[in-house]
């Protein structure tokens, strides 16, 4: 039976107020785990023993608010521990919906109660403290994953930084190329004027406002603000073809106002004419 990735709420069959009890419930409260506890006290040995520990799981096996149920009892003697040898018991473990945990007995108790469980435990306690490692597991593998998370947010930040970067070199290095042909078609412009002075002024308009289209055009944000879009994987390489990515794929598409990361669902490639 598959057993909950976070079993927070248990239902705990056992002798109230007995040792098995306490161990039990003070291993789980000292976890500093919101554990949610529904105890039901039954008798353990003896008269009676079998029937109000098999209608205690069959109870168990029909809630709803229940994840793991909980069978613990401490030592004692083959006889003491009859109860959980019968088949009445036995079968009530093998029906219930819910999965088994049994902590019966000491070291050198075994019963068949602990045949048939979910999962058997030599003490109350040792019962108690699976669960408990159950929930610590989940809790440290999803610290992981937030770890491997957090290195990636970084990363992406870290090439969105770079790009950012190169982007700014590149355009300064543009500016101040189309500003020295521009100072350059200026001083040709004057030459002009001198020789033909009504078409020379006129021409000379005409190269100044191209120069100024020239520079704006060539400014990213100028092709960002048409609609356009600039998309590079997470490593920082611009993505020309659908074939450079592939599905699960992270990629940074920027706009002209921020940017977008998303994951590669599908791609395809355009047929060709």
């Not at 355009?171 to 004057?190: D, L, M, P, Q, Y």
């Not at 599905?247 to 940074?252: I, S």
């Amino acid at each position: 039976m598959e057993i909950p990735l976070v079993p927070l709420r248990l239902a705990l069959i056992t002798s109230l107020g007995s040792a098995a009890h306490r161990d039990a419930e003070k291993e789980l409260t000292e976890s500093g785990i919101g554990f949610s506890i529904l105890t039901f006290d039954v008798r353990v040995q003896g008269e009676g023993a079998v029937p109000s520990i098999v209608k205690a799981i069959d109870h168990c096996s029909r809630r709803d608010d229940v994840d793991i149920v909980m069978l613990v009892r401490g030592g004692g003697s083959r006889t003491d521990l009859l109860a959980y040898d019968t088949l009445e018991v036995a079968s009530a473990i093998g029906r219930c919906t819910k999965p088994m945990f049994v902590g019966v007995g000491h070291e050198i108790d075994t019963s068949v109660a602990d045949e048939v469980a979910s999962r058997a435990f030599k003490t109350p306690t040792a019962c108690a403290a699976g669960v408990v490692d159950l929930v610590n597991a989940y809790v440290d593998r999803s610290e992981q994953v937030w770890d491997s998370i957090a290195r990636l947010a970084l990363d992406t930040v870290r090439s969105a930084e770079q790009f950012l970067s190169d982007s700014a070199h590149i355009v300064r290095h543009r500016v101040n190329e189309i500003v020295r042909v521009g100072e350059h078609t200026i001083v040709s412009a004057r030459t002009r004027l001198r020789r033909r002075p009504l078409d020379i002024v006129r021409s000379a308009g005409r190269d100044v406002d191209a120069i100024a289209e020239r520079v704006r055009l060539l400014d990213p944000q100028t092709t960002l603000a048409r609609g356009w879009s600039m998309t590079r994987t997470a490593s920082g390489e611009t993505i020309r073809k659908a074939s450079q990515v592939k599905a699960g794929d992270e990629v940074v598409t920027h706009l002209v106002d921020g940017t977008i990361k998303s994951v590669v669902k599908t791609t395809t490639k355009t047929k060709e004419k």
